[in-house]
């Protein structure tokens, strides 16, 4: 079955936002940026979105559904199912998906922003469903689960700030058992 136009512009336009606002943030990104990166009008961006705002919440919840296809492909590929293989196969997955450094640039983004109450709720929302399913799925306790995600932000930090690049002690202790 083929998707209508507004369902295939609707993906475009997101998968554009994901890129436009990883760059320079909600505030600072206008909705013009996102139409021109997405070859539409601002007006047709305004008819499938409630404004920017509506705009980087889809592009925040559709984030986050990347997200969980990579943990869920990641879970499917562990070679047991044993807790810790279950862990180590999604943050392999996680790790390969934010190799597109536009999908972890705009996860940071939209950490920045949550003094916006509809963004806040989309970031606990969006890692409500990840923990949710990486702890139904792996088994993880409650202490596992919350080093699964803290790893995932040091993952952040690491490429984010380049710390791979960095020849220093602290860089090494921070990126040991890492692969970017």
């Known amino acids: 079955m083929m998707r209508s136009t507004a369902e295939v512009r609707r993906a475009t336009v997101l ?25 539409i009008s601002e007006a047709y961006v305004f008819r499938l979105f409630r404004g920017k705002l509506g705009l980087f919440v889809a592009a925040a919840e559709a984030c986050y559904d990347r997200i969980l296809a990579a943990l869920e492909a990641g879970a499917e590929s562990a070679a047991s199912g044993a807790t810790e293989e279950v862990l180590r196969a999604m943050g392999s997955a996680y790790a390969d ?10 996860q940071v ?16 929302e969006g890692y ?15 202490p ?26 602290w860089a090494s202790a921070l990126t040991a058992g890492f692969r970017h």
Do not use: K, M, N, W
């Open 109 to 124: 983004q939209a950490q920045s922003v949550t003094d916006v109450p509809e963004i806040r709720a989309a970031v606990q």
């Open 128 to 142: 409500g469903r990840l923990a949710t399913f990486v702890q139904g799925r792996s088994g993880a306790s409650g």
């Open 97 to 106: 998906l934010i190799a597109d450094r536009d999908l972890l640039l705009f």
């Open 15 to 39: 998968h554009e936002a994901v890129t436009v606002f990883a760059r320079a943030g909600f505030h600072a990104t206008p909705v013009t940026a996102v139409a021109a990166a997405a070859g």
């Open 144 to 169: 596992q689960l919350q080093q699964f995600f803290a790893y995932g932000q040091l993952c952040h930090l690491i490429v984010t700030a380049d710390l791979d690049g960095i020849d220093q002690p």
